[in-house]
């Protein structure tokens, strides 16, 4: 896969002598792009997210990491058990952590996350910035559904863009993790048109193990050239390891 475009920089993933992600990706995420990582539940998308985040930080780059799942605890315990340490860069504020409770589903009770995100100026001067999962907050965050009963679907996710698109025109990376279940066409198909990075994550049961692979969709601004496909597993004490790679000829 090859790309030309007008990024300047890149985010370097690191871990160079750890595993093989950095290399996969180029050399890493372009400053000021944004990203879409789309696949079922289950594929992986969350561990890939968070050892873009460690390894970001590693390389001193300021990461927020927004999850609608977890907690903090949680998240630390996640991180250990694939040997991903984050603590350093907790303490030292390169990375911050939120969770975006999305309520129980009581419609009534629900906070407006999305509109709260918006306003937080200081969440938005990261070098990059992780929404996991923004899908849950396209279905069940009441201020995207206001938008969604003022306006059609396509036009409600459009003005969501343009927010995001404020933001990575000062240089944030914005990285937004999608479930696609359940997921109408209408909000996928704007997200995936402007993603300047689109991953698509798979997964297959094979003889001995899950097989879990990256088709790279778009990459623009890529250092080197990218496969098309990436193979990775995920192993506890290890974290995500490269399996194989592969270019679709055309």
């Known amino acids: 896969m090859v790309s ?8 370097s ?29 289950g594929t992986g998308k969350t561990t890939l997210a968070r050892r873009f985040a460690y390894g970001l ?10 999850s609608t799942e977890h907690t903090l605890s949680p998240f630390l315990d996640q991180m250990r058990s694939l040997s ?14 939120l969770f ?9 009770e629900q906070p407006e996350l999305l509109s709260k995100l918006q306003g937080a100026q200081q ?21 995207v559904q206001s938008l969604v009963s003022a306006n059609t679907q396509r036009r409600a996710i459009q003005k969501i863009i343009s927010f995001f698109r404020q933001i990575t025109a000062t240089g944030t990376t914005i990285i937004l993790l999608i479930s696609t279940s359940g997921l109408p066409e209408q909000i996928l198909e704007p997200l995936r048109a ?8 798979s997964v297959a049961d094979g003889h001995s193990q899950r097989r879990r692979e990256i088709n790279v969709r778009r990459f623009t601004g890529m250092q080197q050239q990218i496969a098309d496909k990436i193979g990775f597993s995920i192993r506890p004490n290890t974290g995500i390891v490269i399996s194989n790679q592969s270019v679709v000829k055309r």
Do not use: M
Request: aromatic fraction near 10%.
């Open 123 to 143: 969440l938005w001067k990261s070098d990059v910035v992780v929404l996991d999962t923004f899908s849950d907050i396209l279905l069940y965050d009441p201020t």
């Open 4 to 11: 030309t475009s007008h990024f300047e920089r890149i985010y």
């Open 57 to 66: 930080c590693e390389q001193n780059h300021s990461v927020t990491y927004l």
């Open 84 to 97: 991903y340490d984050v603590q350093k860069s907790l303490l030292r504020r390169d990375l911050l952590y």
């Open 194 to 201: 402007v993603g300047d990075v689109l991953l698509d994550i």
């Open 13 to 41: 993933l690191g871990l160079e002598g750890q595993d093989q992600v950095n290399r996969a990706f180029g050399g890493g995420l372009p400053a000021g792009c944004l990203a879409v990582v789309e696949g079922q539940y």
């Open 100 to 108: 975006g409770n999305l309520g129980d589903g009581d419609q009534d």
